[in-house]
């Protein structure tokens, strides 16, 4: 097997649904909201985005769409669990399953398909190439030739961490995470600051949705997320909620995803770099408590 | 409506386990009845008659033809159900039912496979080593929870994908059968199988699962061990206080769970089809609608039993329904997963507790 350039810009195409849904994530998780509806809400993305695309014929209709369909699926946790004190892990396990669900039956009764849906006449994303950028050699390749929203979501780790590290915004909500109480007193609008970070982080997930089923592929399939909401989850875990951490732990998914591929080739299992960054996360996890060991052992620190 | 309601929602933690209990059975019953009527309005909204749709859901999930299939949904749902309620009668969540029922069902096959004894031992045998797997898998996730510090919900999720790639890579590669291009394993030999009750249909499993469900029972109300566990639930740091030693109570609480999830994967590959096929035991969803179930019914035993008998029965009835109706099955899911958000929001369910503390 050779370690070429198609080989990373296959992995950065695997890791930009992540990264979207594992962004939206990290935001739910410094506003202290443990957010594993991810999958189910990038799976509406990914139904979203398809059904705009093709009643509108405009890809970037879809992309809206999407964007619109999944933040408005994400109240559901905001209502659910911000409003009204309901579990919030309750409610995703829930939610995760409602979106496969209404995606399957909207499938057969918006396209009259079973299973999955794809045309000709259904237009994804064009892949752009970046004018310069495509010279450098072995860089070049890797770099361009993506889908526009592989570098939003790029665009989107880079706002993400000037938002949490350089704004009065981002401090605000990081106190939230840490010790909600504290920073009610200080005059943090408790509600309104996680409202605002489930249904951005909604959006997310809904721009991951669009470029799985109008980037990557150009269909929709039943479940088509195929766990990768939960891959996020965990990218989440291993990046620490740093949006630049959260981009490191989904390359290294998108990564194992691409080199699976190769290695399949190969005649070896595909399994083993399926699980590889499983391996990988519960080993950080393990380093980093060491270090960040919380005081109080029954409190486990999930929800928060 | 948002505000309206938050306001009648008492702040921050003020619910107590007490005023839980007595108004849990009006929020169940009120969040069944938004399924109803949601299903209902789908219906309707697709030009269907709700009545004839929930005539044939009743004979698909009960009818004499149909009730055999229900049964064979029941049994992994309602195996599932318990083994994830019993963490959650502590407090906990196993988020890891799917790693621990791949194992199982590995451990059986592997066992049916290549054990040297006569086929009826066989058979015993499979199903302890699956129990085992299940079990050992499940109480490696709690010590990473209690010497670890890698919280239990986080170490059982993701101890559960290493294992459905172990479980994927033995039947496509060391274990796969030879005459066929599916990824599924070879075929136990003949006589390796689970006995059958009536005209055959029904897997002595069932019995098998049932018998959990009554030692669940059992032990949750008339053993300490289920007095501790309840103790936990209720309060983990008072149960700690009390005297409860919490890491070797995750450890016994998980390794049970893990061991009907492994039971349960065993039960299912010494049934028909007779081997262990990728991905069928995770595409149903049945960890995921076991653990629906008993969230549904707060991880009692019998609740979780008849919530997850309900929601086999809607699962399976659904295709007679859209056989009859031509109203997609998929709807049944919707209304499942409707009732949990409903019951979810209008509790607190887990602990009872509000929003942020």
């Known amino acids: 097997m050779t370690i070429d350039p198609a080989l990373f810009s296959a992995a950065l195409r695997a890791l930009t649904p992540i990264l979207f849904a594992a962004l939206a994530g990290a935001l739910c998780q410094r506003a202290g909201i443990f957010n594993i509806s991810l999958e189910g809400t990038m799976l509406v993305g990914c139904f979203a985005g398809v059904a705009g695309s093709w009643f509108t014929g405009n890809p970037w209709l879809g992309v809206a769409l999407a964007v619109a369909a999944s933040a408005a699926f994400s109240l559901v946790l905001a209502v659910g669990s911000v409003s009204l004190g309901g579990d919030a892990i309750v409610i995703s396990v829930a939610m995760n399953l409602l979106a496969v669900g209404l995606t399957a039956f909207l499938l057969r009764t918006v396209f009259g398909a079973q299973g999955s849906f794809s045309d000709p006449e259904l237009r994804g994303l064009d892949r752009v190439r970046l004018p310069l950028v495509e010279e450098i050699p072995l860089l070049g390749p890797v770099l361009s030739g993506h889908s526009p929203l592989v570098y939003v979501s790029w665009l989107a780790v880079a706002v993400t961490a000037v938002l949490l590290y350089r704004c009065r915004w981002g401090l605000r909500l990081r106190g939230l995470g840490e010790n909600p109480a504290a920073a009610a007193s200080l005059g943090v609008r408790v509600t309104r600051q996680r409202y605002l970070v489930v249904v951005a982080g909604g959006g997310l997930c809904g721009l991951g949705g669009a470029q799985l089923a109008l980037g990557n592929v150009t269909l929709f399939a039943e479940n088509m997320t195929a766990g990768r909401g939960w891959i996020a989850v965990v990218a989440v875990m291993l990046g620490a909620a740093a949006p630049v951490g959260v981009f490191l732990a989904a390359l290294l998914f998108g990564l194992a995803e691409a080199l699976g591929f190769r290695l399949q080739g190969l005649g070896l299992p595909q399994q083993a770099t399926d699980a590889a960054p499983y391996v990988v996360t519960l080993i950080a996890l393990f380093v980093s408590s060491r270090r960040l060991r919380r005081r109080d052992p029954v409190e486990g620190a999930v929800d928060r | ?357």
């Open chain 2, 1 to 357: 409506m948002t505000s309206r309601t938050a306001e009648a929602t008492p702040p921050a933690g003020t619910a107590r386990p007490s005023r839980l209990l007595r108004t849990r059975g009006g929020v169940v019953a009120l969040a069944v009845l938004t399924g109803v009527v949601v299903g209902t309005l789908v219906l309707a909204g697709t030009g269907t008659n709700p009545l004839t749709a929930y005539a044939a859901l009743a004979t698909g999930a009960f009818g004499p033809d149909n009730l055999p299939d229900t049964l064979s949904y029941v049994l992994p749902v309602l195996g599932m159900a318990t083994a994830l309620a019993i963490p959650l009668r502590a407090g906990m969540v196993n988020l890891g039912g799917e790693g621990q029922l791949v194992l199982g069902a590995v451990g059986a096959l592997v066992t049916g496979l290549f054990s040297p004894l006569p086929a009826p031992l066989t058979v015993v045998a499979a199903l302890l080593v699956g129990t085992l797997a299940g079990a050992s898998y499940a109480a490696l996730a709690a010590l990473c929870d209690s010497h670890l510090g890698v919280p239990l919900l986080v170490s059982s999720l993701l101890l559960s994908y290493p294992a459905i790639s172990f479980a994927s890579y033995l039947v496509r590669f060391p274990l796969a059968d030879p005459g066929s291009s599916l990824p599924q394993s070879e075929r136990l030999p003949a006589g390796v199988a689970l006995p059958t009750l009536g005209a055959g249909q029904i897997s002595v499993g069932l019995v098998a699962v049932l018998a959990v469900v009554a030692a669940y029972t059992v032990v949750d109300r008339r053993t300490p061990a289920g007095y501790e566990v309840r103790m936990t639930g209720l309060g983990a740091r008072f149960a700690s206080y009390a005297g409860i030693d919490r890491p070797r109570l995750t450890v016994r609480v998980l390794a049970a769970s893990g061991g009907i999830a492994g039971l349960v994967g065993a039960i299912l590959v010494l049934g028909f089809p007779f081997r262990f096929i990728d991905g069928a035991l995770i595409s149903p969803q049945y960890t995921w609608i076991g653990l629906m179930a008993a969230l549904l019914a707060a991880a009692h035993p019998v609740g979780t039993a008849v919530a997850a008998f309900f929601f086999a029965a809607l699962t399976s009835g659904a295709f007679e329904m859209e056989r009859i109706t031509q109203a997609p099955r998929e709807l049944t899911a919707i209304v499942q997963a409707l009732v949990i958000i409903v019951l979810a929001t209008s509790t607190g369910l887990l602990r009872g507790k509000g929003g942020p503390r």
